[in-house]
Nanobody
Framework: QVQLVESGGGLVQAGGSLRLSCAAS????????MGWFRQAPGKEREFVAH????????YYADSVKGRFTISRDNAKNTAWLQMNSLKADDTAVYYC?????????????????WGQGTQVTVSS
């Protein structure tokens, strides 16, 4: 059983940056691919970014490509989402999630473990 805890959310002005962290415990972190998703009020949870277990490959939603960077450190059992050039449309609760495999990484059902989420609010 893996526990995931997100942190680093907050209120930021448009154009600003935030760095979200996802701390894992209770499992072998390096065995899991990691993803970040977000959910805005009244909308479905959507894929943001994915990183393979080794960190060798990353994937992004078109809406964040070039602005967000996903990374991980298996020795620290932590994944991050660096968010730059934030826009009002990025406002959402952000979730990290762990998956046994990297297939269909854009689908929420591929992920077995989820954190509780952290709120990101971007003011325009």
């Amino acid at each position: 059983q893996v526990q995931l805890v997100e942190s680093g959310g907050g209120l930021v002005q448009a154009g600003g940056s935030l760095r979200l962290s996802c701390a894992a415990s209770g499992g072998t972190f390096s065995a899991y691919a990691m993803g970040w998703f977000r959910q805005a009020p009244g909308k479905e949870r959507e894929f943001v970014a994915h990183i393979t277990w080794s960190g060798g490959n990353t994937y992004y939603a078109d809406s964040v490509k070039g602005r967000f960077t996903i990374s991980r450190d298996n020795a620290k059992n932590t994944a991050w989402l660096q968010m730059n050039s934030l826009k009002a449309d990025d406002t959402a609760v952000y979730y990290c999630a762990a998956a046994y495999s990297g297939g269909r990484y854009w689908e929420t059902r591929q992920y077995t473990y989820w954190g509780q989420g952290t709120q990101v609010t971007v003011s325009s």
